[in-house]
C-alpha cells in the first residue's frame, strides 16, 4: 500500500494526446468521466499479467511551462486505505491541499496535495461506494 498506482497527462489538447500516446505505444483509452473531461490511459490489457500502472489525461488547467523551466512531469497517484487520514499526515509534515477529496462515483475518493518542494500528487482510496 501507499505506492504509486495511477499516473496523469496533462494536455492542451487531448485527442492529439490521446494519438501520440497510441501511435508511439499502443496505449487504449476509455472514458471514464465527462465532467471534468476524464480518459482512463490502458498500458496493458485488461487481463494482462504485465506488471505496471495504469494512468489517465485531464485538461491542462494553464498555459504548458515552457521547455527551458526544467521538467514538465507527469502526476503520480498513490494507493491508500484511508484518505482522511493520510490527508492529515500530508498538511502536517508540510503538504498543501491542491484540489480537495472528491469522489471518483462508484470508484473512489481522489484528491491532491503539493509536497514541500512544490510538487502536486495525487492519493486515491478505492471506494465502490463513492458518490
Same mark, same amino acid.
Given at each position: 500500500?501507499?505506492?504509486? $498506482?495511477?499516473?496523469?497527462?496533462?494536455?492542451?489538447?487531448?485527442?492529439?494526446?490521446? %494519438?501520440?500516446y !497510441?501511435?508511439?505505444?499502443?496505449?487504449?483509452?476509455? %472514458?471514464? *468521466?465527462d465532467?471534468?473531461?476524464?480518459?482512463?490511459?490502458?498500458? !496493458?490489457?485488461?487481463?494482462?499479467?504485465?506488471?505496471?500502472?495504469?494512468?489517465? /489525461? $485531464?485538461?491542462?488547467?494553464?498555459?504548458?511551462?515552457?521547455?527551458?523551466?526544467?521538467?514538465? !512531469?507527469y502526476?503520480?497517484? *498513490?494507493?491508500?486505505?484511508?484518505?482522511?487520514?493520510?490527508?492529515?499526515?500530508?498538511?502536517?509534515?508540510?503538504?498543501? $491541499?491542491?484540489?480537495?477529496? /472528491?469522489?471518483?462515483?462508484g470508484?473512489?475518493?481522489?484528491?491532491? /496535495?503539493?509536497?514541500?518542494?512544490?510538487?502536486? /500528487?495525487?492519493?486515491?482510496?478505492a471506494?465502490?461506494?463513492?458518490k
Open positions: 500500500m501507499n505506492r504509486p $498506482v495511477h499516473f496523469e497527462i496533462q494536455a492542451g489538447d487531448i485527442e492529439r494526446a490521446k %494519438k501520440f !497510441a501511435d508511439v505505444f499502443g496505449w487504449t483509452y476509455e %472514458k471514464w *468521466m465532467e471534468p473531461t476524464y480518459w482512463g490511459i490502458m498500458t !496493458a490489457l485488461r487481463d494482462s499479467k504485465e506488471i505496471g500502472i495504469n494512468g489517465g /489525461f $485531464v485538461k491542462r488547467p494553464a498555459a504548458a511551462p515552457a521547455p527551458s523551466q526544467g521538467t514538465n !512531469a502526476v503520480c497517484t *498513490m494507493q491508500v486505505d484511508n484518505f482522511d487520514e493520510i490527508a492529515a499526515k500530508i498538511e502536517k509534515a508540510g503538504g498543501i $491541499v491542491a484540489m480537495p477529496k /472528491f469522489a471518483i462515483a470508484m473512489a475518493w481522489q484528491g491532491y /496535495f503539493i509536497d514541500t518542494e512544490g510538487n502536486t /500528487f495525487g492519493v486515491h482510496q471506494d465502490k461506494g463513492a
